[in-house]
T-cell receptor, first 112, second 110 residues
Framework: EAGVVQSPRYKIIEKKQPVAFWCNPISGHNTLYWYRQNLGQGPELLIRYENEEAVDDSQLPKDRFSAERLKGVDSTLKIQPAELGDSAVYLC??????????FGPGTRLTVL | DQQVKQNSPSLSVQEGRISILNCDYTNSMFDYFLWYKKYPAEGPTFLISISSIKDKNEDGRFTVFLNKSAKHLSLHIVPSQPGDSAVYFCAAHRWGKLQFGAGTQVVVTP
């Protein structure tokens, strides 16, 4: 069974530029999560989807971050414009009816 | 508001000995707890979990203990192996959301 796929793995951009991350969850997993992990810290939830619906986006900085999950499968997280403080690893995870979340390898974003 | 804390950023243990990782939480409404293991340049992988109604769960070399009155859980790895060298995250679940601790870097030495 394929795991959670994320791309790109690494991204370096200048501040004020836009950036997008893509996630393909495990087949059959209805719940999809985007996390941000800063250096030396644990992952922090940005947004959670149940199928196409964003059921928890309370931690998503909506002035510059947006996300979508069309057709309830793949998801894209966008930052526009990026700031220096956005440098982090962005993790996607998915889960089924069970509570265990499966994580992708993450996208390491560096904003210069 | 850091509701899950791992106060030891690092742990060094000799191969074959026991590794004990600790985690404290503040919210008594968490309904289960998980441990994740993370290697460099990879995402966290699930290791073991425990429901808030249990006090112990064992899976091979890994055992998690939960002390609800103290709001404390621990992960025991015995015996420790070189492949156990990684960062271990404690996570607590409530309403579909996981809150993670900052992680503990474990180094298993020969």
């Amino acid at each position: 069974e394929a795991g959670v796929v994320q791309s790109p793995r690494y991204k370096i951009i200048e501040k004020k530029q836009p950036v997008a991350f893509w996630c393909n969850p495990i087949s059959g997993h209805n719940t999809l999560y985007w996390y941000r992990q800063n250096l030396g810290q644990g992952p922090e939830l940005l947004i959670r989807y149940e199928n196409e619906e964003a059921v928890d986006d309370s931690q998503l900085p909506k002035d510059r971050f947006s996300a979508e999950r069309l057709k309830g499968v793949d998801s894209t997280l966008k930052i526009q414009p990026a700031e220096l403080g956005d440098s982090a690893v962005y993790l996607c995870a998915s889960s089924s009816a069970r509570n265990e979340q499966f994580f992708g390898p993450g996208t390491r974003l560096t904003v210069l | 508001d850091q509701q899950v804390k791992q106060n030891s950023p690092s742990l060094s243990v000799q191969e074959g000995r026991i590794s004990i990782l600790n985690c404290d939480y503040t919210n008594s409404m968490f309904d289960y707890f998980l441990w994740y293991k993370k290697y460099p340049a990879e995402g966290p992988t699930f290791l073991i979990s425990i429901s808030s109604i249990k006090d112990k769960n064992e899976d091979g070399r890994f055992t998690v203990f939960l002390n609800k009155s103290a709001k404390h859980l621990s992960l025991h790895i015995v015996p420790s192996q070189p492949g156990d060298s990684a960062v271990y995250f404690c996570a607590a679940h409530r309403w579909g959301k996981l809150q993670f601790g900052a992680g503990t870097q474990v180094v298993v030495t020969p």
